[in-house]
């Protein structure tokens, strides 16, 4: 089945900066890379997702980038504000009803 | 659409207990999934259901889980006996279509703590 790996676990930046956190997956046939960010307390939701067929997608301070050889996408996010500090889980699927989730990226954004 | 619904919010019981979570898919979904968060494994899917059936129950830790969706509108998910290893954040989540490259919507979780 499908395995993805994300990197770092813990991502601590200083308000302003940019973010960076990379998955990897195993699957070449999962074609769907969600993203979801998760509050303390509350549920996961869905913040950009990209297609296989698309190389990168922007959505005002958020892109995800996809290299399909590689089997790896990241998601950016600039100009990081408190709001932003969440955990970050990238997902994998596609091929079949199956999303699995990479283990999260608790990122902290500091005044 | 009030979302996906879930209940209890927080369920605190002793091991040995039965314990039920409930979830209210949102109206016109056919996929319903239930998944459990942990610090130690993330998200982990336990039970698919497509048009109220189980497609892939394979997640599922053991014979001491079972869940249901009698119809497009309700679904269960049951832990007889719970141990404390049970003790995770319970998710159920919704999507428009089953084919894996669809948004899932989450309820807010049910937190079990089994004593």
């Known amino acids: 089945g499908e395995n993805v790996e994300q990197h770092p676990s813990t991502l601590s930046v200083q308000e302003g900066d940019s973010a960076v956190i990379k998955c990897t997956y195993s699957d070449s046939a999962s074609n769907y890379f969600p993203w979801y960010k998760q509050e303390l307390g509350k549920r996961p939701q869905l913040i950009i997702d990209i297609r296989s067929n698309v190389g990168e997608k922007k959505d005002q301070r958020i892109a995800v980038t996809l290299n399909k050889t590689a089997k790896h996408f990241s998601l950016h996010i600039t100009e990081t504000q408190p709001e932003d500090s969440a955990v970050y889980f990238c997902?994998?699927?596609?091929?079949?009803?199956?999303?699995?989730f990479g283990k999260g990226t608790l990122l902290t954004v500091n005044p | 659409d009030a979302g996906v619904i879930q209940s209890p919010r927080h369920e605190v019981t002793e091991m040995g207990q039965e314990v039920t979570l409930r979830c209210k898919p949102i109206?016109?979904?056919?996929?319903l999934f239930w998944y459990r968060q942990t610090m130690m494994r993330g998200l982990e899917l336990l039970i698919y259901?497509?048009?109220?059936?189980?497609?892939?129950d394979s997640g599922m830790p053991e014979d001491r889980f079972s869940a249901k969706m009698p119809n497009a509108s309700f679904s269960t998910l049951k832990i007889q006996p719970s141990e404390p290893r049970d003790s995770a954040v319970y998710f159920c989540a919704s999507s428009l279509g089953g084919i894996g490259n669809e948004k899932l919507f989450f309820g807010s979780g049910t937190q079990l703590s089994v004593l």
């Open positions: 259901f497509n048009n109220n059936v189980p497609i892939d």
């Open positions: 109206s016109g979904h056919n996929s």
């Open positions: 997902a994998a699927g596609g091929s079949n009803y199956k999303l699995t």
